[in-house]
Structure formats: structure tokens, C-alpha cells
């Protein structure tokens, strides 16, 4: 089955105009926050000015009016977006599907007898279906989010520079402190935040360093409009650009507050390693915020794969899991992990004094 074309190898010439639509819808997810914020420096230019007239507020309220046409349009595609990556991702998968199901009886004898450990028939369906079903995962939400985000962070930054070069360059030190500990040492924090729960939250899971950024911005800010004749609208944006890019490189989102309701819909789930044996299935759980649940079952019952859930050491086969009404996988991993403690279970946990 392997062919050139990585994970696009079935993607025919329809599939491909779908993709090409939906890069574009990427893109422009990525591009309209940044118009907008440019046409709010411009206002507040005019603002802090104190030289408004009739002509200065149509002119803007004309420019407020294609802002809100954009963020309509904006809507209706990103709704077309998701129509162009979820159709060809169902295509691509269905073609998948079938051309595994076709190799299956061209192999050779011992190929089957490699597979005595399960029913042969239920290890050629569940195979296709969870190849299937990473292609589709990957394709619909995994691709596009990573355009949109890559694209934002590309646009912010640019904006940033022709809005005022001086703050931007003098906030990329934080956009760094951003982007640096994802992408180099995120498994050292991973393992560290594992030792010190709380401290890890704190350092890394708050917004902390966000503030820090703002207020060091709006120090620097303040020196270049007073002394360097800077617009104090393109200074202000030009921060607010350069932190919305660094935080869209990170790929996810962060909650200022956390309630903590927490729900399970339809949710399925098999390890990997076992995929003919169902841990979980059509799981419906709901646990409010400050409420105390317990998970009784026997071994093997899917509790401590519960936890596992939560925090995202594997993502489930079908449902979601929503944190506060947000989808848990559209969460900032490291973030999400810094939310939550837990305690090793032991018999003597619950016994009484």
C-alpha cells in the first residue's frame, strides 16, 4: 500500500481542490483578527489625537462596517473550511479503508499466522478502523489548526514590525519565553511538573508571564510615544500583535479561569496495544464543579484509564470530553496538566482511624 504522497497518497483531483479551498480558509482564519486589531490602531490614533470631526467618524464607521462584513464573512469560512477538510477527509479515509480491505487476501499465508494471538477478521477491522480514523483526526482538525495558527503567527508578527519595529523587537524576547519551552524542553517540564504539581502550575500553567510581558510592553510603550513621537495606537497594537502571535504559535487554548465541570459524551476508547479488547464504551459521565465522584469497578474496568483520559495521555477513539464546555484536546497540553493533581491509590486510603 505505500505510495509517494505521505498521508495524501488517495487524494484524487476533487480532493484536492477541497484542500486547496481549505488552506485558504486556514489562512484566512489566521488573517482576520489581525485586519481588525489593525483598523483598531487607526481609531485609536484618531482618538487620542482629540482631533475627531463628523468626517473622521464616517470615515471609520465605514471601516467599522467592512470589519464587521469581514468577521461575517470570516464565519461563513470558516464553516466552509470545515466542509472542504471533514469532506475530504471522509473520502480520503473511505479510500483507505477499501484499499487495505483489498491487500488483506493478496498476502502471503504466514502474514495470517502472525495474527493467532486475536480473531483475524476483528484484527483487519479493527485495524482499518483506527488507521482510518487517524487519518480523518489528522486531516480535519490537525492540519487546519496548525494553518490557522501558523498563519496568525506569521501575520501578528509581521503587523507587529510595521506598527512599531522598536516594541517588537524589544517583546521577542517574550514571545521566546513563549515558544521555547513547547517546542525544546517540553518533556523536561513535563517530567518536572510531574515532581512539583503546584510549583508547576504556577511557573508554567498561569498567566503570570503573560502579565509580565503586558506590563513590560506597556513600560517601553509609554517611552516611545512620549520620547520617540511613536502613534500611541500602533504602539499599543503592535504589543497585542506580537503577543497574539507568540501565543498561536503555541497551538492551543488557556482558560483565565477554571470552574472544573467536566463531562464524558459517548465517549470510546481501546489502548493501542489492545485494540480488539474495548476499554471504554458509549461512556456518558457528567462531574459539576466541586462535587466529590467515585469511579468503583474491578480491575480492568477503565478507572485509572479515566484519569488517563483527562490528562490527555491518550485522546478517546470517538465522543469528547469537554473542560468548562472546551474541548479537552484543544487545550494547551502542558497547560492542562498543570490543572490537576492526583494522588496514588492505595487500600488504606479509605480506610477509617
Known sequence: MAKKGGIFRYADGVD???LVLGTLGSIGDGLMTPLMMLVLSRVINEYGGGTFSNDIVDKYSIWLL???IGVGISAFIGFAEGICWTGTAERQASRMRMEYFKSVPRQEVAFFDKQANSSMIFKVISTISSDAHLIHDTITEKIPNCLAHLSSFIICFSFGFVLSWRLAVVSLPFSLMFIVPGFVFRKV???LGAKINGAYGVVVGSMGMIYAAWAFQASVGCKLVTGEGEK???VFISGICVIMGALSIMNGEVLP????????RDVDFCYPSRSDSPV???LNLKVQAGKMVGLVGGSGSGKSTIISLLERSYDPVNGDIPLDGHKLKNFQLQWL???TDWSIKSQFSLQHP
Open 337 to 339: 496538566r498543570s490543572q
Open 257 to 264: 479561569y477554571v470552574k472544573g465541570d467536566i463531562e464524558f
Open 66 to 68: 467592512f470589519v464587521a
Open 16 to 18: 484536492k481542490l477541497l
Open 189 to 191: 517540564l513535563k517530567d
Open 232 to 234: 500611541g495606537g500602533h
Open 280 to 282: 471504554l464504551q458509549g
